[in-house]
């Protein structure tokens, strides 16, 4: 009789703990581990103007969609870098001058 009881208890012992492992494991990293959230998408504008960070100077119009780390050249051979983009205006610091060709100015 006693080794009845004893099993039965090891039984139902067993089986609450088996019942709280399984939703511990389930539930728990739900509400443990914060979800990713997805960047919310960029509005896409009809133009982008680019313009140097320092000096305001407008360097481009164009009907493309501009990100940061996009990176422009000038028709006087310098470099920028996309590094913000607030709306349809984009800033771009400068990168560095490119080499220029024997007998060009």
Same mark, same amino acid.
């Given at each position: 009789m006693i080794a009845k009881r004893r099993i039965t208890f090891l039984l139902l012992a067993?089986? %609450?703990i088996a019942v709280i492992v399984y939703f511990s494991l389930l539930?728990? /990293?739900m509400s443990l581990l914060p979800l990713?959230?997805?960047p919310? /998408?960029?509005p896409i504008y009809d133009?982008?103007?680019i313009v140097d960070e %320092?000096?305001?100077?407008s360097l481009m119009t164009i009907p493309l969609?501009?990100?940061v780390g996009d990176e422009l050249l000038?028709?006087?051979?310098r470099r920028f870098q996309v590094v913000k983009v607030i709306e349809n205006k984009a800033y771009a610091r400068r990168v560095a001058d490119t080499l220029q060709l024997p007998g060009k100015k």
């Open positions: 067993g089986l %609450a539930y728990l /990293p990713h959230q997805k919310t /998408p960029q133009y982008y103007e %320092a000096g305001g100077e969609i501009v990100n000038t028709e006087d051979n």
